[in-house]
C-alpha cells in the first residue's frame, strides 16, 4: 500500500491548531506539509494519466507547469504555496503567523479538491 499525501495535509492541521508547541515553528512545519501534501497529490493524478517527470530538482516546477495545464487554477495555488513553503523552510528572517498557515492549508486542501 502506498502513503496517502492527505495525512500529511491532516497532520499539519492539527499542528496549526496545537498549543503544545512553539507558534511559529509550528506554523513552519503546517506550510512545508501542505505544501506537499498537495505537490504529492497533483504529481500522482498527473502521473495516473500518464504524464512522466524527471527525477531531477526541476520536477516541483516540472508539476506545477504541468499542472496550470490541466488546471490553471491549481497550477497557480500550488505556485504560491511553493513560494510560501520556501519561504517557511528556507526564509528564518520572514515571521510566519497563524494566518498565512491557515491560509496555506485551505489552499492546499482546494488544490486537492479540484484534482
Request: aromatic share 8%; hydrophobic share 35%.
Amino acid at each position: 500500500m502506498s502513503f496517502d499525501p492527505q495525512l500529511l495535509l491532516d497532520l499539519a492541521d492539527k499542528l496549526c491548531n496545537d498549543t503544545n508547541y512553539h507558534d511559529e515553528s509550528k506554523y513552519r512545519t503546517s506550510i512545508s506539509r501542505a505544501y506537499y501534501a498537495a505537490y504529492l497529490t497533483a504529481r500522482d493524478n498527473l502521473e495516473s494519466t500518464g504524464v512522466s517527470f524527471s527525477k531531477t530538482t526541476t520536477v516541483h516546477k516540472e508539476v506545477i507547469e504541468k499542472l496550470r495545464k490541466k488546471n490553471r487554477l491549481a497550477g497557480n495555488m500550488l505556485f504560491n504555496l511553493r513560494k510560501e513553503r520556501n519561504n517557511a523552510d528556507y526564509e528564518l528572517d520572514i515571521e510566519i503567523k497563524k494566518g498565512i498557515a491557515i491560509s496555506c492549508l485551505k489552499s492546499s486542501r482546494i488544490i486537492i479538491e479540484k484534482l
